[in-house]
C-alpha cells in the first residue's frame, strides 16, 4: 500500500510516499530554517504563509520523485496535531482536498506517533533523491520503548503492540530541544539552537562547568525548567553580572572558548539525564527494542551515550528522519490503515494541542 502523507506542524513543508509503513520511495522536506533565523525562533504567521507557498510543489515534487501516479496511491496521510495551529490548517486543509478530489482515504496521524515511526522505514528505493540516508537493518520489535526528544515533547512511551502506546514519563514543563534552544539564545548561537549547540560542543570542555542534574517526582518524567535557569545563572555569574541582566546582552561578554565551554557543559547534563531516565525505564519494563526520535534524537552525543550506557542495543533512525518530515507520518498512517482508522475529508479538524 503506498500513502501519500503531509507533514506541516511546525516549520518545515514535508511531503513524501511510503510504501507499506516501510519503504522510502520519496521524501521532500522544504525548512524554513533561514526564514526564522533572523527572530531567532519559529514566527508562527511567517510560518503558515511559508506552508502556503511550497504546499503544492512541495507535494508534486514527492509524487515525482516516487514516480508514481495518483492511480498508485492509495491513501493521503496528514498530521492532525499537535502543532502550531496555523501551520496544521495548511497540511490538512491540502490533504482534505486531495482525499476528496482524488477520492481517497484519509488518515490523519498525531505528530509524536510520526516520531516513533521513522524507525519502522528500513528500506529506500533506488531513486531515492536524498542520498546516503543509513537506515536501520530492521523494524523495531514489542514490546517496544521510545525515547522522543523534540522542541516540544520530551517523553518516554511504551507499547506492545502498534495500537496501544502508553506513555510512561513526561515532561513535567519545557521539552528538552527548547532548553537546547534557549541555552543557544543566551551563548548568541544561532536557531535552531540544538545543532549550533552541539557543534560549539565539539570543542569545549563538558566539565568546566557545573550544572545540576534534574529531579521529578516521577521515575521516567523530565524536567528541563530549572536547567534552563541554572543555565542562565551559570552564565550570568562568570559574566560578572546580576540575576537582572537581559539574557540577550549576556553572549558579548563570552570568549569563543567560554561559548564552547557552555555548550559543552549544557549539553552533556542535558544527555546524562535523558541517558538516566531512559535507563531505569528500561530496566523496569524490559522492552525487545529501544528507540528514539524528535529533533534531539540526530544529536551524536546522545546516540554515541544511549550506546555505551544501555545495555539493549539501538539501531538509529538517520537524523534526517529525526527531524519533522513526512515520511514518519507515512510511516504511522500504515498501521492505521491497516486498522482501518480513517477521517472523513468534510470533517477533519487540527489538534494544536493533543495529548496521546
Ligand atoms: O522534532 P523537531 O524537528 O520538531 C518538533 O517537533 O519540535 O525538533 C526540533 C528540535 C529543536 O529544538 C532543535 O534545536 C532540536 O530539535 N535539534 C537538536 C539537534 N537537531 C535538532 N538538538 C540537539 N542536537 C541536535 N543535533
Ligand atoms: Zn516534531
Redesign the pocket.
Known sequence: MRILAIET??D?TSAAVVENGQRLLSLVVNSQIDLHRAYGGVVPEVAARSHVEVIIPVIDQALVEAQCGWHQIEAIAVTKGPGLAGSLLIGTLAARTLAWAKQKPLIAVH?ILG?VYANWITTASAQLAVSNLQLPKKSPEFPCLALIV????SQLMYATNHNNWTVVGRTQDD?V??A??KAAKVLGLPY????S??KAASSGNPDQYQLPIPKTAGPYDFSFSGLKTAFLRSVQKECGVGHDFPSFELSKGLSEAQRSNFAASFQHIAIKYLVQQTKKAVKELQPQSLIIG???A???G?RIALTDQLLIKIDYAP?LL???NAAMIGARAYQQALQKVFSDPDQLEIKPSWPL
Do not use: Y
Open positions: 506542524s511546525c518545515e505528530h516520531h523534540s522542541g516540544g515533547h521539552a530541544g527548547e537546547f534552544d535552531p539552537g540544538g545543532p549547540i552541539a524528535g529533533g534531539v540526530a544529536n551524536k546522545l537524523p529525526c527531524t519533522d
